[in-house]
């Protein structure tokens, strides 16, 4: 279970390997391996819910 962390700025988290989004996996976003805990930040400017794509027509 992660930790989350709500913050003015964003969100910090705290998780594990099998925890992590796709966008952490990439490093599309701030994070940081301490032993086998992922700290990750998510900015207030960035989502962490994944993008809409356009429906094809």
């Not at 910090?12 to 700290?39: D, I, S, T």
């Amino acid at each position: 279970m992660a930790l989350k962390i709500r913050l003015p700025g964003g969100t910090l988290k705290v998780k594990q390997h099998h925890e992590l989004r796709r966008r952490e996996q990439k490093r599309e976003v701030p994070v940081w391996q301490v032993g086998k805990y992922f700290v990750v930040w998510w900015p207030a400017t960035i989502s962490d819910r994944p993008s809409k794509r356009p429906d094809p027509e």
